[in-house]
Each structure stands twice: as C-alpha cells, then as structure tokens.
Antibody
C-alpha cells in the first residue's frame, strides 16, 4: 500500500520560511520513474501545482514561485522536503504532496491527506 | 504557460443523468490530460489520465476523450457519490496547470 503524509507547521508568520516534509511509504524515491511533487489549494479555490522532483533528482518549479521554492529529497529516509521563503498571507492554503510517474499525460495517482498552513502574524 | 479552461463552472443534475464536463487548453497538449474528483475536505482522486485511460478502480461510468486542445469527461449515469468538484490538469509539459474546477451537485 502506497501512502504519502505531509508534516510541518500549521501556522507561520509573514516573511518566515515554510518547511514541509512528505514521507512516503510503499514507494521508493530511488525507483526509476518515481516523481513526488507539491500542490496547494487556497481555501475555496482551485489546485495549483508548485514543484516536482524525480528519482534522478531532476527538479521542476512553477515559474511564478521559482525564486521562493526549493525541493529536495532524502532517499535514505524516503522523504521529500519543500521549502518556501518569504511567506505571505496569500500563501495560506492546504499543501498536498503527491506522486506521479515520469511521462507525458500521467496524473497524480497517490496523494497525501494535505496539511493546512495559515500565514498570519 | 498553458491555460486550462473548464466549463461549466457548476452543474446540478439528477441521479441517472448523463453529465459532460469540458476542458480546453490554450495550446496543443496532445493527450496529456488528467481528470480528478475532489470531495469536500479530501485530497483529489485521479479518475482518468492520458486523456482517456481510466485509473484502477474507477467506475466504468466515467470516461474521458479528446486530444490536442479540447477534452471531455463524461459521467454516463450520475450516481449520488459522484458529487464534488472535478478538475482537469494538463500533464504534457511544465509548468503543470489545473483548470478552475466544475462543481457537480446532485438535484
């Protein structure tokens, strides 16, 4: 059974840096084709893709947020870490980590439960 | 970036009705499209990817079609458990982008 679980703070202050961790079970970050990414959803709004890292350490970022985002992986712990700098109240959202395999057309097949991050002073 | 436009933004239909949701890409994405259903307070669940490939366990009443810029998700006979918000997502090139969503309500 494949599961993903997000962990991290639920409240951050404006200008602070957010760090979220996605822990995978039943799926290895070292396996060919495996990709793990982050997707967020502000309350009542649509989904927004943020970033993705593949098993071979290829990384992709959403252009509007590229300067604020960093994604890394620790294959020994089977974890993916998202860092987002200079947090703003507009970044208040539920943050999901999810898995997709490399390849055009492939969807996000496995998702974490999501974690709500509120940005407020 | 490729923009994804869904229509309608909401639909109210009766059990047994045929429901069609469309998604238009701002440029050719070949068959690089996925469909998701999100229920309130839950993570999205992928229904269809590669435009028409159903995911394991997805009821056969859900089908996807289209290529290039125009895509369709069809629910052949709406069931009570099909309520929620449906999203399309282009998966052909980066940055990956989602449509704005279609809220499906059961009459």
């Amino acid at each position: 059974q494949i599961t993903l679980k997000e962990s991290g703070p639920t409240l951050v202050k404006p200008t602070q840096t957010l760090t979220l961790t996605c822990t995978l079970s039943g799926l290895s970050l070292s396996t060919d084709g495996v990709g793990v990414g982050w997707i967020r959803q502000p309350p009542g709004k649509a989904l927004e893709w943020l970033t993705l890292i593949y098993w071979n350490d290829d990384k992709r970022y959403s252009p509007p947020l590229n300067s604020r985002l960093t994604i890394t992986k620790d294959s020994s712990k089977n974890q993916v870490v998202l860092t987002m700098t200079n947090m703003d109240p507009a970044d208040t959202a539920t943050y999901y980590c999810a898995h997709r395999r490399v390849g055009s057309g492939n969807g996000w097949v496995y998702w974490g439960q999501g974690t709500l991050v509120t940005v407020s002073s | 970036d490729i923009q994804m436009t869904q229509s309608p933004s909401s639909v109210s239909a009766s059990v047994g009705d045929r429901v069609t949701i469309t998604c238009r890409a701002s440029q050719d994405i070949s068959s690089g499209l996925a469909w998701y259903l999100q229920k309130p307070g839950k993570a999205p669940k992928v229904l269809i990817d590669v435009a028409s490939r159903p995911q394991s366990g997805v009821p056969s009443r859900f089908s996807g079609s289209g290529s290039g810029t125009d895509f369709t998700l069809t629910i052949s006979s709406l069931q009570p458990e099909d309520f929620g918000t449906y999203y399309c997502q282009q998966a052909n090139s980066f940055p990956l982008t989602f449509g704005g969503g279609t809220k499906v309500e059961i009459k």
